[in-house]
């Protein structure tokens, strides 16, 4: 058995079996995690049927409870997301909107749930919005609270314009950036799980406060 275990998000607009860009970069993140004794899982949130809305379940076949539930098993927790008109997708922006669900709730010792999960984030697209898809994924899953490690990112993206994307533009190969984002963002994401499995974030000062804002909304 794998030492920790990954949840890879793929928030392409993509369904399965569809290729997608982002997949494949994932997939050569999860060829370093499973050298690194980490196993992974790759899903599409958009193979769900996922309404939108800021609880973690909005009963009526909403399949969100689905993810959730793997989310909170996870050790790390890695989204990975297409970039149109400069940045993220709409779906990675859902599942963070339904991510906003897990303040009303705690772990077992009265922090958010997300506490102690460790996350990181892939992009890919053309032309611009890496660092802003990035970045604002980034905090959200930090205010979420995961913990986020130096280089917690990985990019790649192409010229401007149409044109091709990460498979068809050998983008793994051409880009030695994208190579070594890529091992530092596997190698920091398994270190920090590591102490956080063996040294949690105690629950003194950051446990949930008896006041709530709207429907759970978290600290601000």
Known sequence: ???????????????????????????????????????????????????????????????????????????????????????????????????????????????????????????????DGAHDAAGTTLFNLGHLGCTVPPNADCYWVGDSGPGPSFIEADGWNQSAYTRKTAGWMAHNVVHLARMLRDRPIPPEGNTVPDWQGPKGEGPS
């Open 1 to 127: 058995m794998a030492e920790l275990n990954a949840l890879m998000l793929n928030c392409t607009l993509k369904k399965s079996p569809e290729v997608s860009n982002t997949e494949a970069l994932l997939g050569r993140v999860a060829e370093i995690l499973h050298d690194l004794d980490c196993a992974t899982e790759k899903l599409r949130p958009v193979d769900y049927d996922i309404p939108f809305g800021v609880e973690s379940d909005l009963g009526n076949g909403d399949e969100w409870p689905l993810i959730l539930e793997k989310i909170l098993a996870a050790d790390i927790l890695i989204v990975g997301t297409s970039i149109w008109f400069g940045v993220r997708s709409s779906v990675c922006q859902l599942v963070i909107e339904r991510l906003d669900g897990t303040y009303s709730s705690t772990n077992e010792v009265g922090q958010y749930p997300l506490y102690n999960t460790v996350g990181g984030t892939v992009v890919t697209g053309n032309e």
